[in-house]
């Protein structure tokens, strides 16, 4: 056994988690990686995929994923003009943690049901 001692930065660790909330927090960002993710590359069908979001609220969550590469956009120039969306390589590195919150998610609902009965 490795008894190695870890000392921790609680500093450090809150900044990460701020970092982290900032990039991918907020009502909208997770599910439209979450669309992405399923296949939706286009404008209409993420907003489609996503029940209650806005065309604007859209726009503007895209943007701010774009910027903070987690996504990129690309415009090919068709008549009429197609723009995609893709996740990056770097979100990619995101994707276990998205999984683990849908599988942590899923079992949160059931314990608050049985709770509730």
Avoid at 1 to 23: C, G, H, K, S, W
Avoid at 42 to 71: A, D, H, V, W, Y
Avoid at 83 to 96: H, P
Wanted: glycine share 6%; with cysteine; charged share 25%.
């Amino acid at each position: 056994m490795d008894n190695t001692l870890i000392i921790r930065n609680e500093v450090q660790e809150i900044q990460a988690l701020q970092d982290t909330l900032y990039v991918i927090g907020g009502k909208w960002r997770l599910p439209i990686m979450n669309s992405l993710c399923n296949g939706n590359t286009r404008f209409r069908e993420i907003e489609r995929s996503i029940p209650g979001i806005t065309t604007r609220m859209l726009s503007k969550e895209l943007r701010e994923l774009e910027q903070n590469g987690i996504i990129s956009r690309t415009v090919h120039d068709n008549s009429p003009v197609l723009v995609e969306y893709k996740t990056t390589e770097y979100c990619k590195t995101f994707s276990s943690i998205l999984l683990e919150m849908i599988r942590w998610g899923i079992e949160h609902k059931k314990h608050i049901t049985r709770k509730s009965e």
